[in-house]
C-alpha cells in the first residue's frame, strides 16, 4: 500500500482524538512483535479487534466526502515538492505534501471550530422504504 494514499498516522491519531468517524478502505493497526509495539499500514480488516488497535486510515477521498461543498482545492510546487492546498469560507490554507493529510487537517480544524459536517456512513440503503411507493412492481 502507498502511504501517500492515506492520511499519516500521526493525523490518523488526531482524527481519532478529535471522535472524528467514518469507514475507511484501509487502517493503521498496531501490532506487538519482539515486544516492541509498531503501527502498520493495512486494509481494514473485516473481523473486530479492539477500536484501540485501529485507526482508520482514511484516502483523499473518504475525508473529502467529509468537507462541506464549499471547500477548495489547490496545487503549488516549492523545488521538487508539490503541495495540496485546501480550505473553505473562514479557513485558513492547509497545505501539505500529502493531499490526505491537508485534507485532514481542514476537516480537524472544521471539528474545532464545530462546523464539520456529519461523516458519510456508508450503511446499505433501507429497501422497504425504498419500495413504499411500489406494489406489485407497480407505482401506488
Given amino acids: 500500500m502507498n502511504e501517500r494514499n492515506y492520511i499519516s498516522l500521526q493525523i490518523a491519531k488526531r482524527v481519532h482524538e478529535a471522535g472524528i468517524k467514518g469507514e475507511s478502505e484501509a487502517s493503521w493497526v498496531y501490532r506487538i512483535r519482539n515486544n516492541e509495539g509498531f503501527y502498520i499500514l493495512m486494509p481494514t480488516p473485516s473481523f ?65 471550530e464545530g462546523s464539520a459536517p456529519k461523516p458519510i456512513e456508508k450503511t446499505p440503503p433501507d429497501y422497504d422504504s425504498l419500495c413504499d411507493d411500489w406494489q406489485g412492481g407497480r407505482p401506488r
Fill in 48 to 112: 473486530s479487534l479492539s477500536l484501540s488497535n485501529i485507526l482508520p486510515a482514511y484516502t483523499f477521498t473518504e475525508i473529502w466526502e467529509m468537507l462541506p461543498d464549499t471547500a477548495v482545492l489547490g496545487k503549488w510546487k516549492e523545488g521538487d515538492l508539490e503541495y495540496t492546498s485546501i480550505y473553505c469560507e473562514g479557513s485558513k490554507d492547509f497545505d501539505n505534501p500529502n493531499p490526505a493529510d491537508a485534507a485532514a487537517e481542514l476537516l480537524l480544524w472544521l471539528t474545532k
